[in-house]
């Protein structure tokens, strides 16, 4: 069977700072897969690189087999995949509904439709992810003034309004309390398994992480150290020596 | 060979004077984000401070020189008033609105400028000792050219000193690669902000009185001069002073050379070349990408609205009013409020990529201009009916506007508008020199109705069906997926990216669709003038639309409208008085302070029930 993702070498510097050198690793169906470092690791470089923002200096990434090295985001989003953002990106003068109304639009090729209004188009479906994702009563209000936190769910709502394979979630619970991390969490958790979606998530939190990932891998300054169970990792010294044991007891 | 190096040396002198005019536009642009329109009149004004005070100082050369640094100080410091007393007010608001200030303050110095210096072109004075000419392998060179070309030099190392020795410097160059980073530093920045546009008015007051003794001076200077600096700042990189500098070099020599082979159209080469240029290199030669997309997004903060209950009736009102005009008007306001809805639906169509699209247009005018020739030509040379002739026209410019949007979409912000009024130039050019086909700036004339709607009461329900209906279906078509696609690119290509749109795609589509709307606009405009010339392609023309569009507001559906209303009415009460440049430009300046929204803006945030009422607007039907 061939893997959901699979990053192969990827090196992508920005001028003299070498952001990431040479991460390998693969992403099966279903599976939720923590990436995890410190701040400037390379995180964020990586998850822009596979969904085509960046395009690495050497390496390649295959998802579902193709090789989408140098693919431009939309037509990487069109191989099923889906992201949110460290920093959400949402349509900020649309209103929640019309955020993932936007997605099936793109998704079902609907974009040059002239002859009817976005009022009457995939509202049903859009308002079902809504509920899945639990921002269905702020349906009616502009992005632009919408708290953090629901803005993060709506971020997961477009990401999964494509019906994605895999899932690119960039810090999806920050800013958020512990507990609804751990909701949220649970939920990407179920939403996963339910349709087989393989989950790439980065997470502060290391209760978190080790509460839901089924694997870890770890970056530091750009190189990948460690990978494995929860377990395994929790156990890898060079990851302890990282997080100064705050995390790994 | 002799006259070779006489050539290169004038290409020489003409960079020296393009650099400092540029350098100053661009230090400002790089600091504080304004595109400034006026400081082609810092640099008029430099020219006749100078004249008055080497005429009015003793003779000799150094109090001649002397005169020239007291015009450039006395720039200087009328930036310093314009920045303080208005440009300090509205930094906040959103870019268009600052470029229509600083428009603003052009118009109002065209006519002060009439009043203080007279309306005469001045010959300028000899410079003392340097009057004479010397030989060159047996061709001429004057000896001020030589003067001029060690100028630019001489500033571009003093302001090397300046901003990478002083302390000062420093915080310029950081203010022009990280706005954020400063305002986290503590910096005072309305003090840096003010120094930035005393040293760039400086600069430009220095560039028009070092050229006295070569160009005079004279009340046309200033548009002249802004075309040709806004090409050297953008080919050069925006913000980045060796860039203009190379700019300045390439273009000095190109014209000097260029003037051999193509004498009337030194400026379209000069587009030209910025076009080229930009094509290939997006952020100019020497010119970084912008870090992050500042240019409209303020723009994001504005949902759209569907009529509430009180625009549908006044829509209503005003179409009823519209259609019974005729009953009780005479012919003359007829034709005025014809021309006024053929020129709502130009800007509405301007607005529509400029608002919700976030492409602003310096160029809408070879569009609207466009069409008007399209039908014209048609109509001249094949004698097409008038019906088929305003389906041509639309058509023919939906066309341009793919060919040009292809090229325009790839950038952004300022960038691109600079694009859109390079490529509008050129088409200006084209219709200007091509005279055999399109009568040159004697224009076509002599288009005429169909017999059928040539009674002015038909044509004038021609006219308003015509614009109203491009209006509405402008209007309908924000609120289908295509509209709502576009606002998307416009809200976070990031984002619109990552749900599969293809941006630059959607982004051209949307480009066409408004340069069609606009040749309709030209095509029926045509038929109500009954001629047309190269001024509706011009880029004064492009400004009329522009301007109006930013009177009525970019947030408002009906700001175009209303501001199209607000224009061709101020242009028709004021335009007969002497200064009406003043009146408009004062009444610019009043709306930009009083009204940072536009009018229409204004008024819907006023009436608008409650600050939380957006909800209200967007009922869900479905
Ligand atoms: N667009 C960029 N330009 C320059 N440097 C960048 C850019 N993006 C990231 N970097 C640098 O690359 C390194 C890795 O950043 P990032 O991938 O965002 O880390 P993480 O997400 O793990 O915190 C950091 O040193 C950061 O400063
Ligand atoms: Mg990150």
Sequence with gaps: MTKLLQVDGLYKSFGGVEAVKGVSFDLEEGELLAMIGPNGAGKSTCFNVINGQLTPDRGSVKILGQDTTGMKPHNICALGVGRTFQVTATFPSMTVLENVQMVFLSARGRLSTVHRTVSRLFVEQAMDLLRVVGVESQWARPCGILAYGDLKRVELAMALANRPRLLLMDEPTAGMGIKERLTLMKLIGKIASERAIGVLFTEHDMDVVFAHADRIIVLNHGVLIAQGSPAEVRDNHEVRRIYLGSYAR | ?622
Aim: proline share 4%.
């Design chain 2, 1 to 622: 060979m002799g006259p070779f190096i006489v050539q290169f040396l004038t290409g020489l002198s003409n960079a020296s004077a393009l650099f400092l005019v540029a350098a100053g536009l661009s230090l400002i642009f790089g600091v504080s984000r304004v595109v400034n329109m006026a400081h082609g009149s810092f640099y008029m004004v430099g020219a006749y401070v100078a004249y008055f005070a080497i005429s009015w100082l003793p003779k000799g050369g150094f109090w001649f020189w002397g005169g020239i640094l007291i015009a450039a100080v006395v720039v200087g410091l009328l930036g310093t008033v314009v920045e303080v007393l208005l440009l300090r007010r509205i930094y906040r608001a959103p870019e268009l609105f600052m470029l229509m200030a600083t428009f603003a303050v052009l118009l109002v110095i065209q006519d002060l400028a009439l009043w203080v210096f007279g309306a005469e072109d001045l010959l300028g004075p000899r410079a003392p000792g340097l009057d004479g000419s010397i030989q060159i392998l047996g061709a001429l060179m004057p000896e001020y050219d030589i003067a001029l070309i060690l100028i630019a030099p001489l500033v571009l190392v003093g302001l090397w000193f300046l901003l990478n020795r002083t302390r000062w410097g420093v915080l310029v160059r950081a203010a022009t690669e990280d706005r954020e980073m400063l305002a986290a530093l503590g910096v005072n920045q309305k003090r840096l902000f003010t120094g930035v546009f005393f040293l760039g008015s400086f600069l430009a007051g220095l560039g028009g009185a070092v050229q006295l003794p070569k160009g005079g001076a004279d009340l046309l200077m200033d548009l002249n001069v802004i075309a040709a600096a806004f090409v050297v700042v953008v080919v050069g990189g925006m913000g980045s002073i060796p860039g203009a500098f190379l700019a300045a070099l390439i273009l000095g020599e190109l014209t000097s050379f260029g003037v051999l082979f193509i004498p009337q159209s030194t400026l379209v080469m000069m587009f030209f070349v910025m076009a080229v240029v930009l094509v290939i290199r997006p952020y100019g030669l020497l010119g970084k990408p912008e870090g992050v997309e500042h240019t409209v997004s303020e723009l994001a903060q504005w949902p759209l609205r569907k009529a509430s209950r009180k625009l549908r009736v006044t829509g209503a009102v005003l179409a009823a009013v519209l259609l019974a005009f005729p009953l009780f008007a005479g012919s003359f306001q007829l034709i005025l409020i014809g021309e006024i809805a053929m020129f709502a639906l130009a800007c509405m169509s301007l607005f529509f990529i400029t608002g919700p699209g976030g492409m602003v247009s310096f160029g809408h005018a070879a569009f609207f201009g466009g069409g008007a020739y399209a039908a014209a030509l048609f109509v001249h040379h094949v004698n097409t009916p008038m019906e088929l002739a305003l389906l041509l026209a639309p058509t023919c410019m939906a066309l341009l506007a793919l060919v040009i949007g292809w090229f325009c979409v790839r950038l952004s912000g300022v960038y691109l508008a600079m694009l859109t009024l390079a490529f509008a130039q050129i088409c200006w050019a084209v219709v200007c020199q091509w005279g055999r086909f399109t009568g040159g700036d004697d224009g076509v004339l002599g288009i005429w109705p169909s017999p059928w709607a040539g009674n002015e009461v038909i044509f004038y329900y021609l006219a308003i069906i015509i614009s109203g209906g491009g209006i509405l279906a402008l209007r309908y078509l924000l609120f289908t997926p295509f509209g709502y696609a576009m606002r998307a690119c416009r809200d976070s290509r990031l984002r619109a990216a990552a749900i599969g749109i293809h941006v630059r795609r959607r982004q051209w589509y949307s480009f066409a669709v408004a340069g069609m709307f606009a040749g309709l606009a030209g095509g029926i405009y045509v038929f109500s003038k009954g001629s047309v010339f190269p001024y509706e392609m011009s880029i004064p023309r492009s400004f009329d639309i522009l301007l109006s569009v930013l009177l009525g507001g970019i947030h408002s559906l009906s700001g175009p409208v209303v501001g199209s209303a607000a224009f061709i009415g101020l242009e028709d009460l004021i335009s007969r008085v002497h200064f009406w440049r003043l009146i408009l430009g004062s009444i610019f300046i009043l709306l930009v302070v009083c009204f940072p929204q536009g009018i229409a803006g204004y008024f819907s945030a006023r009436f608008a029930k409650e600050p939380g009422d957006q909800e209200a607007g967007s009922e869900r039907s479905g």
